[in-house]
């Protein structure tokens, strides 16, 4: 069986999410969240691009409703005894079927949490569920019940994600040993995969990020390559995973000649990355880090280019990203804790002058406050 935990750490997190609905007055939750699944039972999948739903109650009793293609996957990869499958046939609407598991299961008039806030929940099929459950119970959003326990990691959590993070600094290596004049883009992706790959990683959560001369200054994937100018820049945003566990990381490499604005813009950043590792601290808040990296950025005359974020927590996550709970951003009162993971990425692109420079890495939070799990620093990388 592909289990990643003990079996005691699983019962731990189920027993501990059961008490923490009755702690609500929620009887049970329906997870539509694939992290969610994944780190109460070890299901791992991508079949929740379908209707799909795991139920845990306040005794940490679990149900799941899904495909008969994910049931198989559920045998293989999770703990979950109780799997229940509807069929594809046309017509078919689940959610009535997981209104008659939901009965069986003696949850009819109770009052339950609902995971809203997911990917794997479509706006029809919460529609569905709406109407569904219309009469049959009270519904309240609890989309981040779960995700508010993910954010601090075990050990074992961790220990994933520092392994996460030597991936994906072998992979900027693998990036550096092709990065040059008249490089090919899809070389530099395919070198950089494939040492995730063999180190043992997986295929992230979203793309890898690469774009050079005047795409450098985005930070979304797109479709379509191109070859290296003699001179030119590269951002590139990627990630180490390992057992779905996440380490991003960022940088804008510049080719040829390093102009006095990409220095200053270098500069800036590294200040800022630095300004928000001081913040990233127990005790404080993630809004914090977020007010460090735009005090720096901002009193170097940079505010016009930054972004209005500047990260947010590592974890085990599915496709379409790998961005997970919470984020860096103005007046986030999350409290910062010990055991916590995050990627801090400081972005600044100048539209009128054509410069990108950005810089990220994965963090932990320990009880003496952030500490970075790459061997790579933060210089100005130049080929």
């Given at each position: 069986?592909?289990?990643?935990?003990t079996?005691?750490?699983?019962?731990?997190?189920?027993?501990?999410?059961?008490?923490?609905?009755?702690?609500?007055?929620?009887?049970?939750?329906?997870c539509?969240?694939?992290?969610?699944?994944?780190?109460?039972?070890g299901?791992?999948?991508?079949?929740?691009?379908?209707?799909?739903?795991?139920?845990?109650d306040?005794?940490g009793?679990?149900?799941?409703?899904?495909?008969?293609?994910?049931?198989?996957?559920?045998?293989?990869?999770?703990?979950?005894?109780?799997?229940r499958?509807?069929?594809?046939?046309?017509?078919?609407?689940?959610?009535?079927?997981?209104?008659s598991?939901?009965?069986?299961?003696?949850?009819?008039?109770k009052?339950?949490?609902?995971?809203y806030?997911?990917?794997?929940?479509?706006?029809?099929n919460?529609?569905?569920l709406?109407?569904?459950l219309?009469?049959?119970c009270?519904?309240?959003?609890?989309?981040?019940?779960i995700?508010r326990?993910?954010?601090?990691?075990s050990?074992?959590?961790?220990?994933?994600?520092?392994?996460?993070?030597?991936?994906?600094?072998?992979?900027?290596?693998?990036?550096?040993?092709?990065?040059?004049?008249?490089?090919?883009?899809?070389?530099?992706?395919a070198?950089?995969?494939?040492?995730?790959?063999?180190?043992?990683?997986?295929y992230?959560?979203?793309?890898?990020?690469?774009?050079?001369?005047?795409?450098?200054l985005l930070?979304r994937?797109?479709?379509?390559?191109?070859?290296?100018?003699?001179?030119?820049?590269?951002?590139?945003?990627?990630?180490?995973?390992?057992?779905?566990?996440?380490?991003?990381?960022?940088?804008?490499?510049?080719?040829?000649?390093?102009?006095?604005?990409?220095?200053?813009?270098?500069?800036?950043?590294?200040?800022?990355?630095?300004?928000?590792m001081?913040?990233?601290?127990?005790?404080?808040?993630?809004?914090?880090?977020?007010?460090?990296?735009?005090?720096?950025?901002?009193?170097?005359?940079?505010?016009?280019?930054?972004l209005?974020?500047?990260?947010?927590?590592?974890?085990?996550?599915?496709?379409?990203?790998?961005?997970?709970?919470?984020?860096?951003?103005?007046?986030?009162?999350?409290?910062?804790?010990?055991?916590?993971?995050?990627?801090?990425?400081?972005?600044?692109?100048?539209?009128?002058?054509?410069?990108?420079?950005?810089?990220?890495q994965?963090?932990?939070?320990?009880?003496?406050?952030?500490?970075?799990?790459?061997?790579?620093?933060?210089?100005?990388?130049?080929?």
């Amino acid at each position: 069986m592909a289990i990643h935990f003990t079996a005691e750490e699983l019962a731990q997190r189920q027993a501990d999410v059961g008490a923490e609905l009755a702690r609500q007055g929620l009887d049970a939750l329906l997870c539509f969240r694939q992290e969610s699944m994944y780190w109460l039972s070890g299901f791992d999948t991508f079949g929740y691009c379908f209707f799909q739903c795991l139920v845990i109650d306040s005794d940490g009793r679990m149900m799941l409703l899904t495909r008969e293609p994910d049931r198989r996957q559920a045998e293989h990869t999770s703990v979950i005894d109780d799997i229940r499958v509807w069929v594809d046939r046309e017509g078919v609407n689940p959610a009535e079927e997981l209104r008659s598991v939901l009965d069986e299961l003696g949850l009819r008039g109770k009052r339950l949490g609902v995971e809203y806030e997911a990917y794997g929940l479509t706006g029809r099929n919460a529609r569905r569920l709406d109407a569904a459950l219309q009469g049959f119970c009270t519904t309240d959003d609890a989309s981040e019940l779960i995700s508010r326990k993910r954010a601090v990691k075990s050990p074992t959590e961790m220990a994933y994600i520092r392994r996460a993070a030597g991936l994906g600094d072998d992979a900027l290596d693998a990036a550096l040993g092709h990065a040059a004049p008249a490089a090919w883009e899809g070389d530099i992706l395919a070198a950089m995969q494939g040492a995730v790959f063999r180190g043992g990683g997986d295929y992230p959560g979203n793309e890898f990020i690469i774009g050079s001369g005047r795409d450098a200054l985005l930070c979304r994937y797109f479709s379509g390559r191109r070859s290296l100018d003699e001179q030119d820049q590269l951002t590139l945003e990627w990630a180490g995973v390992y057992r779905r566990y996440h380490a991003a990381m960022m940088r804008t490499i510049v080719v040829g000649h390093v102009d006095d604005e990409h220095r200053h813009m270098h500069a800036a950043a590294a200040d800022a990355m630095a300004a928000c590792m001081q913040a990233c601290r127990p005790g404080g808040t993630v809004g914090s880090v977020f007010d460090a990296h735009a005090r720096v950025v901002d009193d170097a005359g940079l505010r016009p280019h930054r972004l209005n974020a500047c990260g947010y927590s590592m974890g085990a996550t599915f496709a379409p990203m790998w961005m997970d709970w919470p984020m860096f951003y103005s007046g986030n009162p999350t409290v910062i804790e010990a055991g916590m993971a995050f990627f801090i990425h400081i972005i600044l692109v100048n539209s009128d002058s054509g410069h990108a420079m950005t810089l990220g890495q994965t963090v932990e939070v320990t009880e003496a406050g952030a500490v970075s799990l790459h061997r790579h620093g933060v210089d100005l990388i130049s080929v």
